[in-house]
């Protein structure tokens, strides 16, 4: 498995992936299917352009995983934001959500940041798991979710003065 930080060129590939996730998780993301498969070629290669988004392939050159890193309105400046991560599952418990962390982490340091945030859905328990063992704490700020107000999510933060998150 390759991880790679996409380019507008990807943007076929990245939509794949996004789609997929959503069609299969869609619980846990903050957007529908329905939203984004109505997005044109042009909104893909603009949110690869604008938000750094890597995507793990396997030797077929198949998208199996995929996330981006924004800077979340609002947050502090030297913050930056872990958004869409996904695994396919067949793909997962292969170290991919590691090496797709550890590519965000790398950014954000490069980038001048000091902490990485994400917010998690209550009751997903897998990326909860993955998340405190990656060095992410909860903050208590709590939220509903944009798509689905009925639903609630939580910010966490990890500090990055590590190194690496394994």
């Known amino acids: 498995m390759q991880i790679h930080r996409a380019t507008e060129d990807d943007w076929a590939l990245v939509r794949d992936v996004r789609l997929r996730a959503l069609r299969e998780s869609p619980e846990v993301f903050g957007s529908s ?30 998208g199996r995983g995929l996330v981006s890193m924004i800077q979340e309105p609002g947050s502090p400046v030297d913050d930056r934001h ?20 550890d590519a965000v982490r790398a950014a954000a340091v490069t980038d001048g940041a000091r902490t990485l945030s994400l917010w998690i859905l209550d009751g997903n328990n897998a990326a909860g798991d993955l998340y405190v063992r990656a060095g992410f704490a909860r903050t208590g700020e709590r939220q509903p979710l944009p798509r689905d107000p009925s639903l609630v999510e939580e910010r966490w933060v990890r500090e990055l003065d590590e190194p690496q998150l394994r």
């Open 33 to 62: 299917l329905a939203r984004e498969e109505s997005f044109r070629e042009s909104h893909w290669r603009m949110r690869v352009r604008t938000g750094p988004t890597w995507i793990a392939v396997d030797e077929h050159q198949v």
């Open 82 to 101: 872990v958004v869409a991560l996904w695994v396919a599952p067949e793909a997962r418990r292969q170290g991919i959500g590691w090496s797709l962390l």
